[in-house]
């Protein structure tokens, strides 16, 4: 029976209080007496007070409260309590409310004149720290006026930061815990939300002192579109073993990943990697590597200039060089640059008579046997084999430090390698002005 009469009472309370609600659109709670004419919800206690909801907020401009990001826009007003003393941009515990961030309003008065910017510097300029050792950090407020120059100190976490690299006390002191790199930040509390990060490498304890390249099959050379493993062979062992690894000369050739060191050729000739240590000591090694074409058929040779050896293949009745002659052992001159900044000798025609060694089997072709060759590639050569050149061939000339550069798909350019004793160059009538790599022909002693 007494449970009727409570839902009964429910029943009947239940739309006298909504029906107040809508008619007057204002409620007081905690007195009979009307509400305040200014306010829609009028709380009244002499020993109670308003219970907020209890949340930790992590960083004053992210919203947090909702996995939907545009909830956020229509939140503003939205008042809790911060529980979590660390918050980033913010005031430690107290009471904030979102307007685009968080603004903190645990009662503080505002700030006079509000922090516009923070400065960070460091003892000596240092933006490293050994693990197990420390580095002072220093915060500037702008404007020196400011009414609260007073700063918290954190350290910041992300997926790609691992915790526990570095901590930071209350004075901006960075102890460094192991090796990585680490952000710090300092954030005004003075409810502006301004702050400033610093970023900083955790170094570790024993700093590389030797460094040196090689490949895990111990050879220098890699086939157009295969791969080459590259080891750095670091010193001390305890050292830390980061790496970054870039190509620093021949880039058309191949590329190397930047923190794998695999290389990868892409194009016929000679490049160099660079391996440079990441623990702060800057130590670096290169490595050079030929990269050679694909496919390597069978019947390829391999022949001597002086102190180099070359890869050659004969089409039709004459064996074609498979590269550019860029170190044969006659006298030359480096004299230009290509624009995509890989060093090629190139020769004038005095030189190039000089460029190949007759005595050891090697000569300049002539125009005869560069029209051969372009008969042969257009007419009876199989796919592989005009790979097999065509990946070779340097197409261009310079003339008065002008680049003139042919298309790589064009047999023609073979052209570009064949001489005659008036210095002109095949059909092209090129005079001795020009400037050209050399290709050479093999035909024994």
């Not at 660390?86 to 307007?99: A, C, L, S």
């Not at 960070?120 to 050994?130: A, Q, R």
């Not at 910041?156 to 930071?168: F, H, R």
């Not at 623990?279 to 490595?287: I, L, P, V, Y």
Request: aromatic share 10%; with cysteine; net charge negative.
């Amino acid at each position: 029976m007494k449970m009727k009469k409570k839902m009964m009472f429910l029943f009947l309370l239940f739309p006298m209080i909504f029906g107040t609600a809508d008619l007057y659109a204002q409620v007081t709670i905690g007195s009979d007496d009307e509400p305040h004419s200014g306010a829609i919800l009028d709380l009244r206690s002499d020993n109670k007070g308003l219970k907020l909801p209890t949340v930790s907020l992590t960083d004053t401009a992210d919203f947090q409260l909702s996995p939907n990001q545009s909830a956020a826009a229509s939140a503003i007003g939205m008042t809790v309590y911060n529980t979590n003393d660390d918050i980033i941009g913010g005031r430690g515990q107290g009471i904030y409310i979102w307007n685009g961030t968080w603004i903190y309003s645990g009662g503080a008065p505002k700030a006079e004149t509000p922090v516009s910017k923070i400065i960070i510097t460091s003892d000596e300029n240092l933006n490293s720290v050994e693990a197990g050792g420390t580095l002072q950090l220093t915060d500037s407020i702008v404007p020196a006026n400011a009414s609260n120059k007073n700063v918290t100190w954190s350290v910041l976490w992300s997926g790609s930061v691992t915790a526990g690299k570095a901590t930071v006390d209350n004075e901006g002191l960075v102890t460094g815990l192991k090796p990585g790199n680490v952000t710090v930040r300092a954030s005004a509390i003075d409810g502006s939300g301004v702050s400033k990060d610093f970023t900083l490498s955790v170094l570790p304890t024993t700093m590389v002192t030797g460094l040196s390249i090689s490949s895990e099959t111990g050879e220098d050379t890699v086939a157009a579109g295969r791969t080459l493993q590259l080891v750095a062979e670091i010193t001390p062992d305890e050292a830390s073993r980061a790496i970054k690894w870039e190509v620093i000369a021949g880039n058309t050739y191949l590329t190397v990943g930047g923190a794998t060191g695999v290389v990868t050729g892409t194009a016929v000739g000679t490049a160099t990697v660079q391996a440079t240590t990441l623990d702060g000591s800057n130590k670096t090694a290169t490595f050079d590597i030929r990269v050679t074409a694909l496919p390597l058929l069978s019947g390829t040779q391999t022949r001597t200039m002086g102190a180099n050896s070359y890869y050659t293949y004969k089409y039709g009745d004459t064996e074609w060089m498979l590269e550019v002659s860029l170190e044969g052992t006659a006298t030359y001159t480096t004299l230009f640059n290509e624009p995509d900044g890989i060093p090629y000798n190139y020769y004038t025609y005095a030189q190039a008579l000089n460029a190949c060694i007759n005595a050891e089997g090697w000569y300049l072709p002539t125009p005869a046997q560069g029209t051969a060759l372009v008969n042969y590639l257009n007419n009876f050569a199989t796919p592989d084999e005009k790979i097999l050149m065509l990946l070779t061939v340097v197409g261009g000339y310079y003339n008065n430090s002008v680049w003139v550069k042919a298309g790589y798909s064009r047999l023609q350019d073979m052209y570009l390698f064949t001489w005659n004793t008036s210095g002109a160059v095949s059909v092209y009538q090129y005079t001795t002005d020009y400037c050209f790599p050399v290709k050479c022909v093999y035909l024994g002693q």
